[in-house]
């Protein structure tokens, strides 16, 4: 008899190893808002501290749920919007270098807007379609 799927937003039992030098690693199965298990693990000095740790992670990864957040996305914004709003995602997140960020930009507006702006993100669901 298989197991019983994971509701979402919720994980499963926690796995624990202890690499050689004494650190801990623990791992478990959380099941994202998009229906998908995904490993999620963390490391720490002891077990304890290993295990709050990936406790925490999993409640932040709980906490979102895309039916609550509210975009400025629909079905036919145009993949210029879509561009707009991941590079306004981008800044706020504040997780990549500025130069990292600005070269994204400039890749995007020359290699794949030009071709695409009028186009839906729906309509471009083929790597071929953008070009």
């Not at 002891?46 to 990936?54: F, I």
């Not at 932040?60 to 707009?84: A, C, H, I, K, Q």
Request: proline share 4%.
């Amino acid at each position: 008899m298989s197991r019983q799927r994971l509701t979402i937003g919720t994980y499963g039992d926690i796995w624990f190893s202890t690499s050689s030098t004494g650190r801990c690693t623990v791992r478990a199965n959380y099941r994202d808002w998009e229906g998908k298990n995904r490993v999620v693990q963390c490391s720490g000095a002891t077990r304890p501290v290993a295990e709050r740790a990936l406790k925490a992670k999993l409640l932040e990864r709980s906490l979102f749920n895309p039916e609550l957040t509210s975009t400025p996305l629909t079905p036919d914004s145009s993949f210029g919007e879509l561009v707009d709003y991941w590079l306004e995602d981008l800044d706020l997140e504040g997780r990549i270098a500025k130069s990292t960020r600005e070269l994204d930009e400039r890749n995007m507006r020359a290699l794949v807007w030009s071709s695409s702006n009028a186009r839906t993100p729906h309509e471009c669901h083929r790597v071929g379609a953008l070009l």
